[in-house]
């Protein structure tokens, strides 16, 4: 009831060739520089592929349709769509922007995290670490699960017709157990039914592979995804909110929300392990890291926005 329109079989996930990604003076390269210091204050997440070479990557046996941007202009006409989520939230407006810069005509000069189309359709990013509480992940102590009213992100969304929600990566700050991840997702589905009508949207969350450097090609199943996913030994929790995010689900269906709640499940790309940000350098100093959780650009957020372009072509609007 909840699902995308599909979920390939990960074994009928097939590598096809490769080739170099060369961004050129485009807005998507253009921004890049700019989006991450503004959110981040650091390079740890300047997400341009550069010249490194990576995968063409079709799932077989998946029936979704091609994506277009004019269709999903004239779908979503004088319709509004706000994205809140974190870093890896911000990846995929991005994408979706590169994706629909066909029909894109403002603002000018572009705005970070918002544009609109020829159609009148409007796309804004709002970025949050945490549905619930203070958005700042330094201090939690007397932080609130249940005060969701004045949260800056629900404020915004009042006017949209469409709502894309992700976070979760950072929940293991707060709650390293993840206890109360079930009590946050009941309160944000809670405050949801009394202060906004849309449509609600869950995008899945996005696998971290641990060792992505030694990842050259795409996984070939799910048990590869899991071994690189580390299970038994995973510092950062990437596992964690994945395996709880059916809630999203449960809850809707227990509120009697399920005509305005959908699920955009994107873990058909837990096998790109080998579209992480590898050998990346923190400014201003000599230190090398792998980024094993966000994705090159383009790359592996396109296919976020090509299962989300699917679910949004399935809405029916009754405002």
Known sequence: MFQAPCVPNFAEAVRVRSYAVHLGPSLHAQLFSAVVLNLQKDARHIWAAGGKACPAWVPKACNLHHFSAEELDRKL??????????????QQFFSLRHMLRKVIVGPRPPAW???????????????????????????FEGQSLEVLDTAEWLQYSREADVLVLNTGHHWHRRDVSFSNYGTMVRNVMQTL???????????????????????KVPLRNAREALDFGSLDNDPYHWMSPIFREHMWGDVAAEMGMTHRFRFANTSMTMLRGDGHLDRQQDAGSENVFDDCLHYCMPGVPDYWNWVLYNVLLSLEFNR
């Not at 006409?77 to 911000?90: C, E, T």
């Not at 995290?113 to 330094?138: H, I, V």
């Open 77 to 90: 006409a004088g319709r509004k769509v706000m994205m809140v989520g974190d870093s890896i939230q911000v």
């Open 113 to 139: 995290g918002f544009f609109y189309t020829r159609s009148g359709a409007q796309f804004q990013l709002q970025a949050a670490q945490f549905l619930t509480g203070e958005p700042c992940c330094n201090h």
């Open 193 to 215: 039914r009394r202060h906004y009508k849309g449509v609600i949207i869950f995008r899945t969350s996005s696998w971290g592979h641990h060792r992505c450097a030694a990842i």
